[in-house]
């Protein structure tokens, strides 16, 4: 992943995530969490000052969020003046997360869920934007939640805070076997019983596609190598979808009769290509060992 060399001294990357309550503010630091940050929501003002110390400071840390919304309004003229203070620093960036006013009432109305406020929606929501205008003008971003749906705000927020690319997704090559039933948890699943099976050749029958003898054996055939490469590429081409539609996993399970030979040689395989284009990406044998 590259690094932003603007943002904050060793490149760590600090964001404080505000903005109308019923906007997406949890999401949002979900989707951070999810990116290898450390998320803190609502931390008292009294701490503010010894989180962004910690935050800046601990070497284990790389990327920190920090939520804040209408619940530091007691505080609002120190918050204020702290964020100008850090942001002038270059230590932090802003990010304020809106939406019409149509859009909240019908969110709060759909969820039942009580304004912070404790007034009627509508009145509250107008009492809060009067609040929060403050932190809304000092944003380095602004983010209309108006007529997104999860996924579109997760794109939105992972593009404008540049931490997410398709090689930050994490890919999980799993080989299978048929006979044991194909995983739940697959996004993609592909069966390679086309592959003249090692199974039946005696002095392969008792190993697995871990082996080079076995492995060597797969890849031998002209059409395995143009299945490897041709896969690859439409999963190259799909990753960027997946990410579109929300995902930050993306599992691709390889199937052969009983999981130990052919899934395993060509699972493997893929997952060497696509490390070497820069994906994020684990094995998992499923079936190799029954």
Partial sequence: M????????NSRKIFIISGMSGCGKTYALKVLENLGFYCIDNIPFSMFDSLMEFATNEKQLENVAIGLDIRIRKNLESIVSK???????????????NSEDKSLIKRFSETRLKHPLGENVLISIKKERKILR?????????IDTSNLTLAELKERVTKILEVKKSQDMQITLMSFGFKHNVPLDADIVMDVRFIKNP?????????????????NY??????????VNMFTKMVKKLIP??????????TIAIGCTGGRHRSVTISKEIAKNLKKLGYNVNQFHRDSKK
């Fill in 2 to 9: 590259k690094r932003n060399k603007k943002m904050v001294k």
């Fill in 83 to 97: 964020i100008a203070e850090l942001q002038k620093q270059g230590t932090i960036k802003l990010i304020f997360l």
């Fill in 134 to 142: 403050p932190i809304k003008h000092m944003a380095d971003k602004v």
């Fill in 199 to 215: 199974y039946y050749i005696k002095e392969f029958k008792n190993k697995t596609g871990l082996d080079k003898s076995v492995r």
């Fill in 218 to 227: 797969v890849l031998g055939f002209k059409q395995t190598i143009e299945f």
């Fill in 241 to 250: 979808s997946y990410i579109k539609e929300g995902k930050s996993y993306l």
